[in-house]
Protein backbone atom coordinates (compact mmCIF):
# COMPACT_ATOMS: atom_id res chain seq x y z
CA UNK A 1 0.00 0.00 0.00
CA UNK A 2 1.60 3.77 -1.51
CA UNK A 3 1.29 6.00 1.82
CA UNK A 4 1.95 9.95 1.25
CA UNK A 5 2.72 12.33 3.77
CA UNK A 6 4.02 15.74 4.14
CA UNK A 7 5.99 16.61 6.83
CA UNK A 8 7.86 20.20 8.00
CA UNK A 9 11.42 19.53 8.83
CA UNK A 10 14.47 21.28 9.75
CA UNK A 11 18.00 21.56 8.16
CA UNK A 12 16.16 23.07 4.45
CA UNK A 13 17.30 26.35 4.18
CA UNK A 14 18.46 26.87 0.52
CA UNK A 15 18.40 25.02 -2.69
CA UNK A 16 21.76 23.08 -2.07
CA UNK A 17 19.84 21.77 1.29
CA UNK A 18 16.78 20.40 -0.69
CA UNK A 19 19.89 18.74 -3.09
CA UNK A 20 21.26 16.93 -0.46
CA UNK A 21 18.30 15.56 1.20
CA UNK A 22 17.79 14.09 -2.53
CA UNK A 23 20.90 12.98 -1.97
CA UNK A 24 20.33 11.43 1.56
CA UNK A 25 16.93 9.79 0.43
CA UNK A 26 18.41 8.69 -3.13
CA UNK A 27 17.89 4.72 -3.51
CA UNK A 28 15.88 4.38 0.02
CA UNK A 29 14.25 0.60 -0.84
CA UNK A 30 10.46 1.42 -1.01
CA UNK A 31 10.75 5.47 -0.70
CA UNK A 32 8.13 6.47 -3.73
CA UNK A 33 8.67 9.77 -3.97
CA UNK A 34 10.00 13.13 -1.96
CA UNK A 35 9.67 16.36 -3.16
CA UNK A 36 10.73 19.22 -0.74
CA UNK A 37 10.33 22.92 -0.39
CA UNK A 38 12.58 25.57 1.06
CA UNK A 39 9.98 26.61 3.47
CA UNK A 40 11.14 23.00 4.97
CA UNK A 41 8.07 21.14 4.38
CA UNK A 42 8.69 17.49 2.97
CA UNK A 43 6.20 15.20 0.86
CA UNK A 44 6.67 11.88 1.14
CA UNK A 45 5.44 9.18 -0.92
CA UNK A 46 6.39 5.39 0.06
CA UNK A 47 5.44 1.65 -0.08
CA UNK A 48 4.41 0.44 3.39
CA UNK A 49 5.14 -3.45 2.37
CA UNK A 50 9.24 -2.29 1.86
CA UNK A 51 9.78 0.70 4.29
CA UNK A 52 8.26 2.62 7.15
CA UNK A 53 7.74 5.96 7.84
CA UNK A 54 10.36 5.73 11.13
CA UNK A 55 13.08 4.03 8.46
CA UNK A 56 12.42 6.93 6.12
CA UNK A 57 12.78 9.65 8.84
CA UNK A 58 16.18 8.24 10.31
CA UNK A 59 17.45 8.18 6.78
CA UNK A 60 17.00 11.96 7.01
CA UNK A 61 18.20 11.90 10.49
CA UNK A 62 21.44 11.00 9.59
CA UNK A 63 21.90 13.60 6.63
CA UNK A 64 20.73 16.49 9.23
CA UNK A 65 17.35 16.81 8.41
CA UNK A 66 15.00 16.41 11.59
CA UNK A 67 11.44 16.18 11.95
CA UNK A 68 9.70 19.66 13.40
CA UNK A 69 6.65 18.45 15.87
CA UNK A 70 3.67 19.98 15.16
CA UNK A 71 2.17 22.67 17.33
Known amino acids: MIREE???VTGIRC???VLRLAKVLEGHEGLEGANATLM???TLSWDEERTSREA???AMVRGGFRELEPV
Open 6 to 8: TIQ
Open 15 to 17: ERC
Open 40 to 42: GQV
Open 56 to 58: ILA
